[in-house]
């Protein structure tokens, strides 16, 4: 017998705004089946897809998916080009089901440093979804917190050259106003499926505040029932955001 679904338990007036998942896993998922990794990086793109509909049925607002980091060059050239051409053909297939269901689409990263026929087809996904506004898919490509920062205050140096801001005008809000998506909201629930308990270089200054659900599962056996259980995780915790139980709120 098919057990209950958990979408039930998650409490539509209380979701996390902004989901942030660091997919990890699918190289051993597809060892335990004596696959080769190319096969598990399709599985990979498949739970992806499955969790942006699971994302888009409850009505969270924005979804980043981590799917290459800026040390992940250091991988075999043949693996890497297996993740453009799956990202290729990924955005191909799926972009006119995002459109049509009033999904945006972007990209974060270095992406300039991205082969151009993968920056074509980003260009194009972003320019074709760029009113949508329904939910927010950010895929981080070539992407590293540090680095993000790192470029966040060269170009906040640059400025004060210029004289267009003054350095005693630089705070918290002022120097995420130069991060690569300046509109997105910090990150409420970082998901990490894979069993591993770190973060990675992923979104440094947007999880400031984030919960973190980790969990076993490799990223290709995720699905919507694991997004809805890491849902139900984060609205059992009290977010205090520094302050104290009843005073808690993020300013
Ligand atoms: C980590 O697993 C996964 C990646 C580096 C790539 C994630 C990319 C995709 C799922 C491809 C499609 C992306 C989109 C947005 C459609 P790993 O290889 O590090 O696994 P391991 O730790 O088991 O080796």
Redesign the pocket.
């Known amino acids: 017998m098919k057990s209950k679904s958990l979408k039930s338990e998650v409490q539509m007036d209380r979701l996390p705004r902004h989901i942030a998942i660091i997919?990890?896993?699918?190289?051993?998922?597809a060892r335990k089946r004596g696959l080769s990794?190319a096969a598990?990086?399709r599985a990979?793109?498949d739970s992806?897809r499955a969790v942006v509909e699971g994302c888009r049925e409850l009505g969270v607002k924005e979804l980043t998916?981590y799917?290459?980091s800026t040390e992940?060059w250091s991988r075999p050239k043949r693996e890497i080009q297996t993740?453009w051409s799956?990202?290729k053909r990924?955005v191909r297939k799926e972009i006119d089901n995002i459109h049509r269901e009033g999904i945006r689409c972007r990209a974060i990263g270095r992406v300039h440093e991205l082969p151009q026929d993968v920056r074509k087809q980003i260009r194009k996904a972003e320019l074709t979804t760029r009113n949508n506004t329904d939910m927010i898919l950010t895929?981080a490509l070539n992407y590293g917190g540090q680095q993000e920062i790192a470029d966040a205050a060269r170009r906040i140096a640059a400025d004060v050259k210029k004289g267009t801001i003054r350095a005693s005008q630089i705070d918290r809000n002022l120097f995420s106003e130069y991060l690569y998506a300046p509109d997105s909201p910090e990150v409420d629930l970082l998901i990490r499926p894979?069993g591993e308990h770190r973060i990675s270089n992923f979104l440094l200054w947007q999880l400031s505040y984030a919960e973190l659900v980790m969990t076993d599962t490799?990223?290709p056996d995720f699905g919507k029932e694991d997004l809805y259980r890491a849902i139900v995780e984060f609205q059992k915790r009290e977010r205090r955001f520094g302050a104290v139980g009843e005073m808690r709120q993020r300013r």
Do not use: E, I, P
């Not at 997919?23 to 998922?29: A, V, Y």
């Open positions: 997919m990890d896993g699918n190289g051993r998922w990794r598990g990086h990979g793109a992806a998916l799917a290459f992940n993740l799956l990202l990924y895929v894979g490799l990223w």
